[in-house]
């Protein structure tokens, strides 16, 4: 609490998905035990409008939603972000960002046929019109926000290539909560074991059809454990190419899409897995590997981004991001031992205490204040 008592008001803006939700629940949740007063606008209650109306209109929300707040903290720079930066401009609140990721970047690779990897992205300053107006907005964003939150050095150097002074950005890592765990779907307890499980949008940088590629060889083998499937949760962009590639591998009956899933049924999904896999090509720091490690999973990822952050010191194999050989021995190795299994699972529930709400808030509420 400040010296008068009286609360902090932070307007929290955040996308419709992924990580940033899971986040700002958290702050939702326990800030208020901090001092602080929380409200989330979320831009799903517009995303039904079509484009530019529903940004205008997610920034009048924003705007009287936060005209008596003290903060307003966006959870990306350019659909959250730039209404939410006009918002604390009119109002005159102290304006932060979280940045998880590129957005430009990952922009880029679903719309705008970019091929370049995020790093050679960085580094490469001629793209498109679409693309490098989006560059140019998530600059702007953050060249005026008072601070920057990014959950991984990675990142860290990712944003300070757009320009953005090292003493503006802070590492924070994320932390989640798994304390709510749904019910397992009905088809998912029907797949043979060992069950190998991913999670994540169906976009090309999750690595999911490289995956399949590699389940299915190692599937074919007919090793001991060969009856082992594929469970894939999530949607996105690929879902339907996916699905025609498992068809074509032949693997239709061993790799189950589950679609869009409740984040806590998504959680028992995992839970369920014998096996988890990230083969992404970039991440930020992923909220799924930290929850996979405090389920206490035996887990595979790649060392795209921040994973290496996460994965280390025996608490999961880290392979070479794009190296099919190496996930296709590790994973054949998993499935064929289960004691091996059981050993990494062990110490990934071990080492997850260094991703702790209680850590994370504070760091936070220091970064705020």
Known sequence: MNENNKKIKVVIATPNSGGPITYSKILFLHLPKMGYEVRIVNFSSVENLPKLVRH?????KLFFEGFKADIIYAQDPVSTGLPALLAAKLIGS???????????????????????????????K????MVQLLRYIETFVAKRAEKI?????????????????????????????????????EAVKRMSKPLVVTAGRLVPWKGIKPLMKVFEGVWHARLEGSNASLVVVGQGTEEKELKDYAEELNIKNQCLFTGQLSHEDTLAVMKEADIFVLNS???????????ALKLGLCIIATDAGGNGEIIMNGNGLVIKTGDEKML???????????????QFSAIAKESAERFSIEAMLQKLALVLR
């Open 281 to 291: 090509t970039y991440e930020g720091l992923s909220h799924t590997l930290i929850e």
């Open 328 to 342: 296709a021995s590790n994973l054949k190795m998993l499935i064929e031992h289960q004691e091996k299994r059981a």
């Open 149 to 185: 939150i990014v959950p991984s050095n990675y990142l860290k150097g990712i944003v300070e290539k757009w320009g953005i002074e090292s003493g503006k950005i802070e590492v924070i890592y994320n932390a989640v909560s798994i304390d709510e765990i749904g019910r397992v779907p």
């Open 56 to 60: 205008v209109v997610y920034f009048l």
């Open 126 to 129: 001629k793209y498109s019109f």
């Open 94 to 124: 102290r304006f932060f960002l979280k940045i998880v990721g590129d957005y430009a970047w990952e922009q880029g690779v679903q719309r705008f046929a970019v091929k370049d990897s995020l790093d050679d992205f960085a580094k490469k």
